[in-house]
């Protein structure tokens, strides 16, 4: 058992390092990519500081919280498109029948296509979160327990997408589903939590877990929580385990196209 989890991670890493390498052919516009989405993110700071300019919290957060909030936001995005880019085009893989040539491979089906692409972007968005860890106050145990997060909330992250994405096995148009609930997943991710009250915050702990990706990890940030540390890591453990159930049952409906293209 032990030996074929470490053959698929093995594998797994194998396919990120070649996805990684294609996008290096060009270097100058792997490196601009990169360069560009930072200073993309770096511009949404601004008003942020003119707001802290004029009042002192917002929501309940200071001014460095809000700068771990974008850091978590970034680097979970990040994470989640530099190594597990092709989930967020998973629906548009189902319903075309492209699903045929990770079919073949000796791998887990799910890890093949989710690895298969990254986004040389996400890598500037992982980049900023680490700069804003460290404008906001670095210490080597939040270092850890940023990069903790940024993992656990990347695969919260990809796994919601996994499963909305899976819904193409059941219904038509359900990518429309998935575009909806990853909009939802970023577009609340970087205001603070106080401004959302009632059924909102509801929703950010169960159909929408933004609470568990950033709220969460700013408050054990601010200060350390062993028992919420381990429900980050539990629910992390809920979702990829559910991604991979409703996935699996709903590629026994899947229809093939006859599209062989080889993955390489």
Sequence with gaps: MLTAVKNQ????????????MKEMLNKTTFLMN????????????????????????????????????WGIAASTFGFSRCFFYKAFNLSEVIQNGKLDSFLIQPKNVLLSVTTSEISPSAIGDLIYGYIML?????????????????????????????????????FQKADMISEVGDSLLTSFATYPEGIFQGTMKILFYTIIPIGFINYLPIRILS????????????????????AFIIFYRGLKRYSSSNLMISKI
Excluded at 41 to 62: K, V
Excluded at 144 to 159: A, E, P
Excluded at 223 to 242: D, K, N, Q, R, W
């Design 9 to 20: 991670v093995r594998v797994t890493l194998l396919t990120t390092k070649y996805a990684l």
């Design 34 to 69: 990169i360069v560009f989405m930072i200073l993309n993110n770096a511009c949404f700071i601004i008003q942020w500081i003119i707001l802290y300019s004029i009042r002192d919290g917002i929501g309940g957060y200071h001014f460095q919280q809000v700068l771990l909030l």
């Design 134 to 170: 460290g404008i906001s106050g670095f210490s080597i145990s939040k270092f850890f327990l940023f990069t903790l997060f940024t993992v656990s909330g990347g695969f919260i992250l990809v796994s919601v997408t996994v499963i909305l994405s899976s819904l193409s096995f059941w």
């Design 223 to 242: 200060e350390f929580h062993l028992g919420y540390t381990a429900l980050i890591l539990l629910i992390m453990c809920f979702f990829v385990s559910f």
